[in-house]
């Protein structure tokens, strides 16, 4: 097979509280990639350094075609890690240092999309925790959470000021910004995105790149106020795809993600998540550049809904970038 000749890399792990979940992410991209016929090395991350088989390796040393990176949190959606692989000129399946970085902040990444006209929350940021009394006249509940991780880790949310100590000390166990955030009430839904020259939904070549939904999931928390971690991978939530929603709604749901997808000038699949409030706005809620790809994420069971494959999605992704 031709594309026996290529070495795809595929990063997983890192040294987040996210490292399980990218370790499982990382395996599913590894089967995929095998899947399509490609020698696949699995490069795992830690305090340690890079290992392939338990064993310190250096990335340039490897002879990689292409870098699929799967670590979710710092180092890989932050910036360093495609920023590494940009000087090495190695190609890669993530954005780039400048768009991870500001994706990977929440808080920043949602005040500049409000600029260009994109519904998001109302929030503010600290440093350090604030007196409780300033959110006396905020709509609760509220969520108090780390501006730069993932997965849930770290977050609360909370029904009253006397409860925002505990939570915003929570947060800070992950990180020094601390996002408060007023909660929306309504319908959770994430809708997958990527740029192809590849149409999958007409199984045709492009002459440019085109930004496409993947698909729109319903979240449906079944043991917990919110989709926490115990939701999102212990299976205490339903994930309905397609969502229960109206063409009309499904449709801007997809326009606001393809939207603020090539805003950010995205790159790879990446996931918008919102909340439909009570008016059947949809409310970003925050920008994924590296999405889950474990058995209980989302972006596959969308791939899967569409009819689609997720080892040619991958390698479709890939050879437009590798030269």
């Known amino acids: 097979m031709e594309n026996e000749q290529k070495v795809i890399g595929v990063l997983a792990g890192g040294y987040s509280s996210e490292r399980d979940i990218s370790l499982a992410s990382g395996k599913t991209a590894l089967q995929a990639f095998e899947e399509a016929g490609y020698q696949v090395l699995f490069v795992e991350l830690d305090r ?46 993530t954005c780039d240092t400048f768009q991870s970085s ?52 770290g977050v609360s949310r909370i029904e009253s000021i006397e409860e925002f100590s505990e ?38 070549t492009l002459p440019t790149p085109k ?39 499904s449709q801007k749901i997809e326009d606001v993600s393809i939207r603020v997808y090539d805003l950010l000038q995205l790159k790879g699949i990446v ?10 706005r949809p409310v970003l809620i925050e920008v994924n550049s590296i999405p889950g790809l474990s058995p209980a994420s989302i972006i596959p069971q969308q791939v899967k809904h569409r009819g689609w494959k997720l080892s040619n999605v991958l390698s479709t992704l890939a050879e437009e970038h590798i030269a």
């Open 102 to 153: 500001l994706t990977f902040s929440k808080y920043q990444c949602n005040t500049l999309l409000k600029h260009y006209g994109i519904e998001v929350p109302k929030s503010s940021s600290f440093l350090s925790a604030p007196s409780a009394a300033i959110f006396k006249h905020w709509n609760f509940p509220l969520f108090v959470k780390p501006n730069r991780s993932g997965s849930s880790f």
């Open 271 to 280: 996931r918008m998540d919102f909340i439909i409030d009570g008016h059947n």
């Open 167 to 204: 939570a915003f000390s929570a947060a800070q166990q992950e990180g020094n910004e601390v996002i408060v955030e007023e909660g929306i009430n309504g319908i959770e839904v994430g809708c997958g995105v990527l740029q192809s020259c590849f149409d999958f939904e007409d199984s045709r």
């Open 48 to 93: 340690e350094g890079f290992k392939v088989n338990g064993q310190l390796v250096k990335i340039s040393d490897l002879g990689l075609s292409y870098v699929f990176n799967a670590i979710h949190g710092a180092p890989g959606e932050d910036g360093h890690i495609s920023g590494m692989l940009k000087v090495m000129g190695i190609p890669h399946s």
């Open 211 to 249: 930004t496409q939904a993947i698909a729109i999931t319903e979240i449906v928390p079944t043991d917990s106020s919110f989709f926490d971690y115990e939701a999102k991978y212990n299976g205490k939530s339903q994930e309905i795809t397609p969502a229960r929603i109206d063409a009309e709604l």
